[in-house]
Antibody, heavy 125, light 108 residues
């Protein structure tokens, strides 16, 4: 059974740092790109960052670029998000999600098939 | 960046109703669209990908259609467990896979 379990959330002051982890099990972690998606309280979903299976390709949303760093350890089946210079607007539930690439009607399609339960990050003084 | 809009943002419906949600993209995205269902306090759940392909295990009352800039999610006969918020997601501009603002389906 595929499982993604996030941890590391909590209360942090503005300007502070936090490191989120996502422990994966039930699949070959090293074969999949992974993403972080966040959801501010009462708001919609926001894509945050993506990392390819071998960490060769890394991307960030403009809202976190230069402050957040995504990484992974395939030997430990783990995904990470290092968050620095945190702001009040970073307050959200952070989800890790697996990306699948599959052929549909002769074209590669992507989708997020498994998500963790989320971890809450609260940035407040 | 590709922007997604959803309509309506909120709808009130009864069990057994046919429900249709529309997602529009600011530019053509072919069929690179997915739909998710999210219940309060839970992670999103994939319903449909590639605009119209039903994810394994998802009831057949859910269906998706569309291509280019306009897409629809239809629930043929709303069930009590379907009351939730639904999000579309574009997967055209890899890997910046933006989401729509969501449509909340509530009980009438």
């Amino acid at each position: 059974e595929v499982q993604l379990v996030e941890s590391g959330g909590g209360l942090v002051k503005p300007g502070g740092s936090l490191r989120l982890s996502c422990a994966a099990s039930g699949f070959t972690f090293s074969s999949y790109s992974m993403n972080w998606v966040r959801q501010a309280p009462g708001k919609g979903l926001e894509w945050v960052s993506s990392i390819s299976s071998s960490s060769s390709y890394i991307y960030y949303a403009d809202s976190v670029k230069g402050r957040f760093t995504i990484s992974r350890d395939n030997a430990k089946n783990s995904l990470y998000l290092q968050m620095n210079s945190l702001r009040a607007e970073d307050t959200a539930v952070y989800y890790c999600a697996r990306v699948v690439a599959t052929m549909v009607r002769g074209v590669i399609n992507y989708y997020f098939d498994y998500w963790g339960q989320g971890t809450l990050v609260t940035v407040s003084s | 960046d590709i922007q997604l809009t959803q309509s309506p943002s909120f709808l009130s419906a009864s069990v057994g109703d046919r429900v249709t949600i529309t997602c529009r993209a600011s530019q053509g995205i072919s069929s690179y669209l997915a739909w998710y269902q999210q219940k309060p306090g839970k992670a999103p759940k994939l319903l449909i990908y590639a605009a119209s392909t039903l994810q394994s295990g998802v009831p057949s009352r859910f269906s998706g259609s569309g291509s280019g800039t306009e897409f629809t999610l239809t629930i043929s006969s709303l069930q009590p467990e379907d009351f939730a918020t639904y999000y579309c997601q574009q997967l055209n501009s890899y890997p910046r896979f933006t989401f729509g603002p969501g449509t909340k389906v509530d009980i009438k």
